[in-house]
Nanobody, 121 residues
Framework: QVQLQESGPGLVKPSQTLSLTCTVS??????????WTWIRQPPGKGLEWMGA???????YYSPPLRSRTSISRDTSKNQFTLQLSSVTPEDTAVYYC?????????????WGQGTQVTVSS
């Protein structure tokens, strides 16, 4: 059973870069089948797919966030990381890491518990 756990600061100042790490256990982030994914949920809104990184290392991004988002990985630690630059209060959300089992943007398997990130000065 794949398990995921998010970590990172809960408070980020406007204009700074948000950085979160997802630690994966029970599965390898280099698996060619899976897409390791970041999703967020702003308060009072639905889930927003942000992007993913495949087992090959290729990253995919949501077009509205592409210019501010970077997803990378550390295979030695079995972790993948989200960086979101130039944040504003609109980036306040619960951030989740999850895994797409067969195709991008869907067929989600295990989820992390989520981490609240607040953008405020």
């Amino acid at each position: 059973q794949v398990q995921l756990q998010e970590s990172g600061p809960g408070l980020v100042k406007p204009s700074q870069t948000l950085s979160l790490t997802c630690t994966v256990s029970g599965g390898s982030i280099t698996s060619n089948v899976y897409y390791w994914t970041w999703i967020r949920q702003p308060p009072g809104k639905g889930l927003e797919w942000m992007g993913a990184i495949a087992g090959s290392g290729k990253a995919y991004y949501s077009p509205p966030l592409r210019s501010r988002t970077s997803i990378s990985r550390d295979t030695s630690k079995n972790q993948f990381t989200l960086q979101l630059s130039s944040v504003t209060p609109e980036d306040t959300a619960v951030y989740y890491c999850t895994v797409s089992l067969t195709y991008l943007r869907g067929d989600f398997g295990s989820w992390g518990q989520g981490t609240q990130v607040t953008v405020s000065s």
